[in-house]
């Protein structure tokens, strides 16, 4: 088994010790009030007291955030995270950790070298490991936490283009070509959260090849690249005039968002994780008629 420091194990590991521990964080959160070790150096722009005490606004530039309800925290305003707003959610850990120390490890490459699964990947979001060869009901498969905060640990809430305006539950339009695709695609998956939104598994498979029966509709993916390469993207020859058509809208996405967005246009080559191919718009065309 591998026993690799892994960045992001606080994920896991740190919501038992959340629920009883004094200050108030939500579950899952990185730990708190300990005193930062002389050995790490946090990047100066960090207000780091005199007592090194990690308190909330070491990494919070909301003021008053220990006084607040956890819902009403605006996690979309760039100060939620100083120095923010960031792309990658690592960028903001790297201002503390020693990046290359921790380069994280892929939890979604589950797979060792004989094509066995490593267990303990499976209990970073599952309690238990399951069998791989049955289907399951979203609430029998013990998650370490709700489907729909279960990937913002690691990933961003906004960790592309669209992600956002996706996670909401569907109009009518979009529930009833939903609901045709997959009556007429059994052998495909896009779950919903119980309540019926949209959240980051309706489009992505958290497993890649291998780890669950091919038979199972949750294992139906998307996989021209290997887990650990993907996405790979080519840059296109149009770039340039297709980042001038789109630069109102990605400028107006941008300030909605709250956090810069790329201009250059990039075109998918390769994918993973996907539940349907993308860059064709299979995937899309599974919730949205596009009048063309
Ligand atoms: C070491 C840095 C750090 C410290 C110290 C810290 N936080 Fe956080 N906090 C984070 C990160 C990172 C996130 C998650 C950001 C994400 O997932 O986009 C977060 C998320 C949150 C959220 C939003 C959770 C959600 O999902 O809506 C709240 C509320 C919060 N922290 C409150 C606090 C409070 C209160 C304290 C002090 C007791 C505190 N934090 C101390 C780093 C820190
Ligand atoms: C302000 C500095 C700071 C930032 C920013 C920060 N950390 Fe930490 N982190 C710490 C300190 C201090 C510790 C305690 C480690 C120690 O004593 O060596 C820690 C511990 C950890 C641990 C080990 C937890 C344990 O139970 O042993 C993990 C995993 C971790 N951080 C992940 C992250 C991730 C992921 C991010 C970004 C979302 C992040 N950290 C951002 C300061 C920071
Ligand atoms: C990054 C989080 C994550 C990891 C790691 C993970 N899973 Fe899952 N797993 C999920 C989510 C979310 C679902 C529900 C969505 C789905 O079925 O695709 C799920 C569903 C399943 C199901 C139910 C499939 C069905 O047809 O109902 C099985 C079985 C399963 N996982 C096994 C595993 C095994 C075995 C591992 C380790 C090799 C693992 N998972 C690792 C998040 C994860
Ligand atoms: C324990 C941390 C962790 C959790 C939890 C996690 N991921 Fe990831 N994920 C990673 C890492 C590490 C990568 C590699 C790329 C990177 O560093 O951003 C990655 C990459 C991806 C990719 C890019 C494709 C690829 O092959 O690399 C997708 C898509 C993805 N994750 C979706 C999800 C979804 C959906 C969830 C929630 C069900 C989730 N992840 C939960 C750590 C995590
Ligand atoms: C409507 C479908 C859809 C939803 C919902 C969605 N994604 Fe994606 N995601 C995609 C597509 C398509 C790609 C590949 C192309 C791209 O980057 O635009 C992708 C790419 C990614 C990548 C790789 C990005 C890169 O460039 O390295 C990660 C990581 C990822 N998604 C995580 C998430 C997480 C986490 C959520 C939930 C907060 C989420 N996605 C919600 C469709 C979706
Ligand atoms: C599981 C269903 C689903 C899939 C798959 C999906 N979408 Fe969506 N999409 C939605 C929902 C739900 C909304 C929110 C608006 C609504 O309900 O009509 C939305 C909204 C959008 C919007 C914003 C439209 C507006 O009026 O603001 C765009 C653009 C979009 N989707 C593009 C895509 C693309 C591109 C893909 C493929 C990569 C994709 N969608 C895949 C469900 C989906």
């Not at 399951?136 to 960790?159: M, N, S």
């Not at 283009?161 to 339009?173: R, T």
């Amino acid at each position: 088994m591998r026993r690799t420091f892994l960045l992001a194990c606080w994920f896991g590991l740190q919501a038992a010790a959340a629920a009883e521990e004094k200050p108030k964080v939500p579950p899952l959160h990185h730990l708190v009030e300990v005193t930062v070790p002389e050995t790490m150096k946090v990047d100066p722009a960090l207000p780091l007291p005199a007592d090194r005490k990690l308190v909330c606004r070491v990494c919070h530039g909301i003021e008053d955030i220990d006084k607040m309800e956890f819902d009403e925290v605006d996690k979309d305003d760039p100060k939620f995270l100083r120095g923010g707003p960031y792309r990658r959610l690592t960028d903001f850990c790297f201002r503390c950790h020693d990046r290359e120390r921790h380069r994280r490890p892929n939890v979604h490459a589950m797979l060792d070298d004989n094509g066995e699964i490593i267990e303990e990947n499976c209990r970073y979001c599952h309690r238990k490991v399951l069998k791989r060869d049955r289907r399951y009901r979203l609430d029998e498969i013990e998650l370490r936490a709700p489907v729909d905060k279960l990937c913002w640990g690691c990933h961003l809430k906004t960790p592309h283009l669209n992600a956002l305006v996706h996670q909401v539950k569907p109009s009518d339009k979009v529930k009833e070509q939903r609901k045709r695709f997959l009556a007429e695609h059994p052998e495909v998956l896009l779950p919903l959260t119980a309540d019926g939104r949209v959240t980051c598994i309706t489009c992505h498979t958290p497993h890649p090849p291998g780890v669950l029966d091919e038979k199972l509709p949750a294992a139906r993916q998307a996989a021209t690249a290997e887990v650990e390469e993907a996405p790979v993207y080519a840059d296109s020859p149009w770039a340039a005039t297709i980042a001038e058509d789109k630069r109102e809208r990605l400028a107006e996405l941008s300030r909605r968002l709250g956090r810069p967005l790329d201009y250059r246009y990039r075109q998918i080559q390769k994918e993973a994780l996907l539940r349907l191919p993308a860059k064709d718009g299979q995937l899309c065309r599974a919730c949205h008629v596009f009048d063309e």
